[in-house]
């Protein structure tokens, strides 16, 4: 099957190229070039896709004409600005490459004649939160006051419509949670936030230690992905996914770290407060899950600790980026 991955050179499009390439599937790719120090440049990936676009997708005509040119059997949208401090510096760029962006993916999807499904990704960020102490579900009403938030329901609302009225083939949206995993090294993520600090002997500063979140590691993210994409080509199935932790499981950013400390062996004080902060974040976000456990059969195969584990280990790694990120594959699709 032929894949073509918005957004490749990113932390989750690096991935799961590698992901997709190991499963024996063919990999094409449109994105930006990658950000310095990202995992697509160090593992050195380039070489495994048959086409390996740089397109910003905001240029509509650019973008159809190279979906045209791969003509995939498979589109996953990934391609975002996705980090919501820098939805505050560069607003509009946000809503440009978040909403019209996906938009202009969608419709040159458009004309494709091989094209067995498509999968738009957006977040757990694009429900309305109300602090509520039960996980999302997905027919629950969409909202952000942040821009990356905002941006991410509309361009979750645009692509419902979208997909209503011109699909000719399965499409669906999936909204997964937090990710962590070896290679993010994204500004203002905890994760990398935590390599830098730990790796210059410096203690780290938390933005918001008590916010809790569905973090999930990034295998079980992507498996989720590619159970929900099997299922559409399958069974036709669309509509909308959460994927994230198990239920119940419940971790702030302080719990986050602590266990990342823990594994990584620091042991000066684990961490501080930033209080220079000023934007706001939601305190509290779940999701539930319970759509994609019962008719996809889909489950998380590795629980919050794991999780930590396996991305200290990945950070801690004397291998090659890009045999340590194969390894962890390896790993993952040798698990029940
Ligand atoms: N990482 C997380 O915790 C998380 C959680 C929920 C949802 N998501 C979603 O998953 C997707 C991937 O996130 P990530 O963490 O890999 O982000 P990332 O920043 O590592 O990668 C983003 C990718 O999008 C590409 N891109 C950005 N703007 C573009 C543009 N204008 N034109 C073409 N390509 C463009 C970049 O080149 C890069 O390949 C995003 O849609 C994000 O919103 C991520």
Redesign the pocket.
């Known amino acids: 099957m032929h894949y073509l991955i ?8 690096s991935w799961l190229s590698l992901l997709l390439e190991m499963k024996g599937h063919t990999v094409s790719g ?6 310095e120090k ?1 995992l697509y440049e160090q593992a050195n990936i380039s070489d495994l896709f048959q086409k390996d676009l740089r ?4 240029n509509r005509d650019a973008i159809k004409k190279a979906v045209e040119q791969v003509d995939p059997d498979v589109v996953i949208h ?6 919501v401090r820098e939805s505050y510096r560069t607003p509009l760029e946000t809503f440009e ?1 978040n909403v019209i ?1 996906t938009l202009n993916v969608l419709e040159a999807t458009r004309n494709l004649n091989n094209l067995k499904a498509a999968l738009i ?5 694009v429900y309305k939160n109300h602090n509520k102490s039960r996980g999302y579900v997905e027919t629950d009403e969409l909202g952000g006051d942040d821009p990356y938030s905002a941006s ?1 329901a509309a361009a979750d609302i645009a692509s419902q419509s979208w997909i209503k009225n011109f699909s000719r083939s399965p499409f669906a949206i999936a909204r ?4 962590i995993g070896g290679g ?1 090294w ?1 500004q203002d ?1 905890i994760i990398p936030d935590l390599v830098n600090a730990y790796t210059n002997n410096e203690i780290p500063a938390l933005r918001y230690p008590d916010a809790v979140r569905p973090w999930q590691h990034v295998l079980d993210c992507l498996n989720g992905y590619l159970v929900l994409i099997d299922q559409q080509i399958t069974q036709g199935l669309s509509g909308e996914w959460n994927f994230g932790p198990t239920s119940g499981e419940r971790h702030s950013v302080k719990d986050l770290v602590d266990c990342f400390a823990k594994a990584w062996a620091w042991d000066s004080l684990p961490w501080t407060v930033d209080s220079r902060i000023v934007e706001r974040e939601a305190n509290l976000l779940l999701l539930d899950t319970t759509k994609a456990r019962t008719l996809l059969n889909w489950k998380d195969k590795l629980n919050f600790e794991e999780s930590v584990s396996w991305t200290c280990n990945w950070y801690r790694s004397e291998l090659t980026q890009f045999e340590r990120t194969r390894e962890q594959i390896q790993q993952y699709l040798n698990l029940a």
Do not use: C, E, W, Y
């Open positions: 918005t957004g490749h050179t990113g932390f989750k499009g449109i994105g930006l070039d990658p950000v990202s397109i910003d997708i905001r990934l391609a975002a600005q996705p980090l490459t962006g990704i957006t977040t757990d960020k991410k997964a949670g937090n990710v993010d994204a993520r």
